[in-house]
């Protein structure tokens, strides 16, 4: 049976050649299709898990001078202390008060410009940062505003090169800061910045002996994780009302701060990448449909072409599954083959495009498996109605047909 | 020999629904043939031996009447086992040979086979026997279009032959080809039909009819004559 669907195949060459091509480019753009959409969701997955999980930013209110309003962040509304009650709330599993800004930093002959953040230990837990040598600074450093330093990876190369920072002397704004510890490599935030081009050090340290302030103690931002995702909720309006008490507003007035919940905006940016991905697969999907009625046409012409052949075949006892099963083979030989051909050519182009553009690609088995199946069910399908029709017709009137 | 006749046919008629109303092809045929016989159906064009002749080759039913082969009626059986007696109890020949021009002489002559489920190196095996028995054993790789016409006729006999069927139906064998040729195919007949096997034939030429041991004449749809014209061959 086998030899004989292969030989019909190859009686007509270019047109078996041409309906298989259907099912190539089908399969091939679901499987390339599929693997750029879940190279991007891991991208994505990878830049969010890198910020953090959990996470809420603290924004203080806006202040008002003259009739200048400064917007979100602009005045000094929160305290470490805020940052500390909010750390007792339950859920919370820690508040990092964070003072920002930058600096130009010093080590022997080396300078650089680089994001300096004042914050707490706190902040590290939040972020998801790991130190990978040499040591956190504690709760201890911030009260007493010590003079130390964790440093970012990139920052660490263009001061200190191959040397080993842990232990060195940098100097941030002429003050002289030791080194205690390198932080891991975090890679591009959402923004697009390199966060490993940064520098953290005490809160305390900061305010008082890097940027100075008029109000010390006082923050514009605090950073707030919470243990899990599903008590983000309850733990917003847990901050809301401590905050609100705290800072004696009453009912009714404005609040003096703004909550914003990061892992929302990550999400929706996963879910939009989600969305993107899917719709890839679905446009590939159509091609993989169109492949599908090509090779439907083609039995069908096959079919009425050979109306003889099956008269034939019918008069000397094929039964109407021999037929059936003669014409549904070539079919799923056309497919299974195109399949086939389909996935190592998009195969081929997931890895081409990850060459050639650095997108960041990934074949999984599951896809592959999805779109050969798929692909072989429609070759099924669409082969099925032209058999059947094959088998179905009438051993006289076949054997009439000139 | 058994006594059952190979073909009994009572009462039997046809007729095609037509856009110029009902049409009967056949109407009211008796016929019972015995195991051994060689008959000639013959008649003009229009007459009715064609579908006499699917008729007894269960490819097309009648409307009403019995026709039982070998003893069992036809009428009550699905299309599955009328192709199952098709495959093993009948051999069909045609006027226009009707090989399956994308193969091998020998693949032809194996089709039945396939149906028969039987093994590809036996398939292969009995195939050639066959094509040696009709005289072509060393054309088997041959495509049929590298090879005459009577030649073709030939291949398409091994064929209806290959299962050793009961019953030997032959449309018009002759009707393409040149007459020393129909001769030459006509000889191979005589000798099959003195091997044992029944051999219905249809023609219009009464040189070829002559090889049969009865004539059965239509007209009309109707049997109008059937007489013995030669005795059968001890």
């Excluded at chain 2, 110029?20 to 008649?43: C, K, Q, R, S, Y």
């Excluded at chain 2, 051999?91 to 040979?97: A, H, N, R």
Aim: charge should be neutral.
């Amino acid at each position: 049976m086998l030899g004989e669907a292969w030989r019909a195949m190859g009686a007509n060459r270019m047109r078996t050649i041409l309906t298989m091509l259907g099912m190539v480019i089908g399969v091939g753009a679901v499987v390339l299709m599929m693997s750029i959409g879940q190279g991007a969701q891991y991208a994505i997955k990878q830049t969010i898990s890198a910020m953090g999980s959990n996470l809420f930013i603290l924004l203080s209110g806006s202040t008002s001078a003259g009739g200048v309003r400064s917007g979100h962040g602009g005045g000094y509304t929160l305290t470490i202390s805020d940052a500390d009650a909010i750390a007792e709330l339950p859920g919370v599993q820690a508040a990092a008060p964070i003072h920002p800004g930058s600096a130009q930093v010093v080590y022997g002959p080396n300078n650089w410009n680089t994001s300096v953040i004042g914050s707490t230990p706190a902040y590290l837990d939040a972020r998801a940062w790991p130190v990978v040598s040499g040591s956190a600074f504690t709760a201890s450093d911030v009260r007493s505003a010590t003079r130390v330093a964790l440093i970012g990876q990139t920052t660490a190369q263009n001061l200190f090169g191959d040397e080993d920072p842990v232990g060195k002397t940098l100097r941030i704004r002429q003050s002289p800061f030791t080194v205690l510890g390198v932080l891991a490599l975090k890679g591009q935030g959402m923004d697009g910045r390199d966060q490993d081009d940064s520098i953290i050090i005490p809160i305390t340290t900061a305010q008082r002996n890097v940027f100075g302030t008029q109000f010390p103690g006082s923050v514009r931002m605090v950073m707030v994780q919470t243990t899990t995702q599903e008590v983000m909720p309850e733990a917003e309006l847990s901050m809301t009302a401590l905050l609100r008490q705290r800072h004696r507003i009453r009912e009714g007035q404005d609040s003096d701060f703004s909550l914003r919940n990061l892992t929302a905006v990550a999400d929706s940016a996963a879910e939009s990448t989600r969305v993107m991905s899917l719709l890839l697969g679905a446009i590939a999907s159509v091609s993989l449909l169109v492949g599908g009625i090509g090779i439907m046409n083609i039995m069908l012409v096959s079919v009425t072409e050979r109306t003889r052949e099956i008269g034939i075949r019918m008069a000397i006892g094929a039964r109407e599954r021999d037929i059936l099963l003669q014409f549904l083979l070539e079919a799923i030989i056309i497919s299974v083959v195109g399949c086939f051909i389909g996935l190592l050519l998009g195969i081929g182009g997931a890895l081409l495009t990850h060459t050639l553009t650095g997108t960041m690609v990934i074949i999984s088995g599951s896809s592959v498996l999805v779109a050969f199946s798929v692909a072989a069910t429609v070759g099924i399908f669409f082969g099925y109605y032209p058999a059947r029709k094959a088998a179905r017709l009438d051993p006289i009137e076949a054997l009439r047909y000139q | 020999m058994t006594n059952t006749a190979v073909i009994r046919i009572e009462g039997l008629s046809k007729s095609y629904q037509t856009s110029a109303g009902l049409f009967p092809a056949l109407n009211d045929v008796n016929l019972t043939i015995m195991p051994g016989e060689f008959v000639a159906v013959m008649g003009p064009s229009g007459s009715g031996k064609s579908t006499f002749m699917n008729i007894l080759g269960c490819l097309d039913a009648p409307t009403v009447g019995s026709y039982a082969l070998d003893g069992r009626p036809v009428a009550s059986l699905d299309r599955d086992e009328l192709a199952l007696l098709r495959n093993r109890t009948i051999g069909f020949v045609f006027q226009g040979f009707n090989l399956l021009q994308r193969m091998s002489l020998r693949d032809n002559v194996a089709l039945p086979l396939i149906y028969s489920g039987i093994e590809l190196a036996e398939r292969q095996k009995r195939a050639d026997e066959m094509l040696a028995k009709v005289g072509l054993s060393d054309k088997a790789d041959s495509l049929p279009n590298q090879i005459s016409g009577g030649q073709q006729q030939r291949v398409a006999i091994a064929r209806a032959l290959i299962n050793k069927p009961r019953l030997l139906l032959a449309d018009e064998p002759t009707g393409n080809l040149d007459s020393r040729t129909g001769e030459e195919i006509m000889a191979l007949f005589d000798a099959l039909n003195s091997e044992g096997i029944t051999i219905v034939l249809v023609t219009h030429e009464a040189d070829i009819a002559r090889h049969a041991q009865r004539q059965v004449h239509f007209h009309d749809g109707r049997i109008i004559s059937d007489e013995l014209t030669r005795e059968i061959a001890a």
